[in-house]
């Protein structure tokens, strides 16, 4: 994807930030070679994205951002390193690279899973480590409950389960709310919860937002998969129609999954609307919907 | 092992922590089921009483406790379900009963892992859960590092990079005080920061307490694993000798290995009586000195 210059310079300190948080003065170095290949790799890093603007909606401090960015990312990479076990989706190909268990070893993949998701809560506890602390609890509380069993984890665990099976479109909601759409939601509400003043009817309102972007992200993730090639996509094209995954595309068929995808779209446009100037959420919200990879 | 009135107490308050923690209101049923299976059964609760003994030093509320030993059991729990896969120490029986990856699958269990160690830091970070908050970012910093690759997981890596290589008695301790010392201490610390007051010479002591329970812990387990049979430790007796890992009792001989456990066991008696009274502490170090399984 290409950014506009704040999003970019946002995205050059995250890296930094990334690479400063995982440093190499560790005692288990295999680990950490094996955190640190999984986590600075270049992803689309969307969810710091998320986080970034969902922050300057008010005033916040741009460390800070930049801290509870890394934290959400480095959840995100534990999931991506996990989901490509052997065990769960048994992928050999992320980023256009060997996948960490492929790279290193099945055992160390899950340690860096693991060792990451305590680096994010680690960050976010770090004695005098963020200028507003206001809310931070709120911050960990919220991250830790979209990672869990009520989000991210029960999403996955869901989507293993249904597997094979024949499920609905309801079922196929709920699953991807958990899977990718509590994590999405967490990076919004992250974000703005480090404004100097939480405004109760703009959370409200960007939980509609992130309800939507989230399952927008999840239909368009399903468009690309069925339709474009792997060395475009950078992971293995076509991996849920192979496996027999539901999916969006072959449980509505790919024009009605389009037609889906364009209306959460609009209604984001219009929730911005009514809501001001939120011109990086609605970037964001154009690059989900139109991006090819 | 048996307990004390009082020790029971806890134990009892804190299943019944567990069983409410664990509850069954939740979409993802089949993650939940294999993170109940493998939290509410029976462990010894060592990690709890620790953090319930260093506690109870100062003033400290005692539901506040009970929070904060769970996070900390879920924090154990999880890291046995891991250690216990196939691509780890590969072991089927835990506790007298079917690993989670047998009992459930192998997904699974690397999800109930996930889970649990997501859940621990909402237990924490949960609004308005506990009466006394002054540190409780401060927890949370403890627990974290003490979980990642500063302390269990990279002692976990440390654990498997040295299978089947030689090492010597100074990397052995320094992978055991990161693979199980460092949850031990945070168990101790996180206890004694929940009290009104926190005194940092106090805090210095318990952190020494702490290198050496880590390490006489680590040696009974050693001595229990060459010695006891399958049925009393209710897991699989001699895994380390078959497994080729460096251990204490390999690595100095049986009798040199009691030894450094009375030492241990000595030095600590020592440092609690220099300290004043700290009954339930002493208590732990019987314990683990004496324990059978």
Same mark, same amino acid.
């Given at each position: 994807?290409?950014?506009?210059t704040?999003?970019?310079q946002f995205?050059?300190?995250?890296?930094?930030?990334?690479?400063?948080?995982l440093g190499?003065?560790?005692?288990a170095t295999n680990?950490m070679a094996?955190?640190r290949?999984? *986590?600075?790799?270049?992803?689309?890093?969307? $969810?710091p994205?998320?986080v970034y603007?969902?922050?300057?909606i008010?005033?916040?401090?741009?460390?800070?951002?930049?801290?509870v960015?890394?934290?959400?990312e480095?959840?995100?990479?534990?999931?991506?390193?996990?989901?490509?076990l052997?065990a769960?989706?048994?992928?050999?190909?992320r980023r256009?690279?060997?996948?960490?268990h492929i790279?290193y070893?099945?055992?160390t993949a899950?340690?860096?899973?693991d060792?990451?998701q *305590?680096?994010?809560?680690e960050?976010?506890?770090?004695?005098?480590?963020?200028?507003n602390n206001a809310n931070l609890?709120?911050?960990i509380?919220?991250?830790a $409950?979209?990672?869990?069993?009520?989000g991210?984890?029960?999403?996955?665990?869901?989507d293993?389960?249904?597997t094979g099976r024949?499920?609905?479109l309801?079922?196929?909601k709920l699953?991807?709310s958990?899977?990718?759409?509590?994590?999405?939601?967490?990076?919004?509400v992250?974000?703005?919860?480090?404004c100097q003043e939480?405004?109760?009817?703009?959370?409200d309102?960007?939980?509609?937002?992130a309800?939507?972007?989230?399952?927008l992200?999840q239909i368009?993730?399903?468009?690309?998969?069925a339709?474009q090639t792997?060395?475009?996509?950078?992971?293995t094209?076509?991996?849920?129609i192979?496996?027999?995954?539901?999916?969006?595309?072959?449980?509505?068929?790919?024009?009605?999954? $389009?037609?889906m995808?364009?209306?959460?779209y609009?209604q984001?446009?219009e929730?911005?609307?009514?809501?001001?100037?939120?011109?990086?959420?609605?970037?964001?919200n154009?690059?989900?919907?139109? $991006?090819?990879?």
């Amino acid at each position: 994807m290409n950014y506009n210059t704040s999003f970019q310079q946002f995205i050059n300190d995250l890296e930094q930030a990334l690479e400063c948080e995982l440093g190499c003065n560790v005692i288990a170095t295999n680990l950490m070679a094996a955190m640190r290949y999984s *986590s600075l790799d270049g992803g689309k890093r969307i $969810r710091p994205l998320l986080v970034y603007a969902s922050s300057s909606i008010g005033e916040a401090n741009y460390t800070d951002v930049l801290k509870v960015a890394v934290a959400l990312e480095l959840i995100h990479c534990y999931s991506l390193i996990h989901d490509d076990l052997p065990a769960m989706d048994n992928d050999s190909l992320r980023r256009n690279r060997p996948t960490c268990h492929i790279k290193y070893d099945e055992s160390t993949a899950i340690l860096a899973g693991d060792a990451l998701q *305590s680096l994010a809560f680690e960050i976010l506890s770090r004695p005098n480590n963020f200028k507003n602390n206001a809310n931070l609890l709120d911050v960990i509380y919220n991250l830790a $409950r979209a990672t869990g069993v009520h989000g991210m984890a029960g999403g996955q665990d869901l989507d293993l389960q249904n597997t094979g099976r024949k499920i609905n479109l309801n079922e196929l909601k709920l699953m991807h709310s958990l899977k990718t759409g509590a994590l999405i939601k967490a990076a919004i509400v992250c974000g703005y919860l480090l404004c100097q003043e939480v405004d109760k009817h703009v959370l409200d309102k960007l939980n509609l937002f992130a309800d939507n972007l989230g399952l927008l992200f999840q239909i368009t993730d399903d468009i690309l998969d069925a339709t474009q090639t792997t060395a475009i996509l950078g992971k293995t094209a076509n991996k849920d129609i192979t496996s027999n995954k539901a999916t969006y595309v072959n449980l509505l068929g790919l024009s009605v999954a $389009r037609e889906m995808a364009f209306d959460l779209y609009q209604q984001n446009i219009e929730l911005l609307a009514n809501l001001g100037k939120y011109d990086y959420l609605a970037q964001i919200n154009d690059k989900v919907y139109l $991006r090819k990879n």
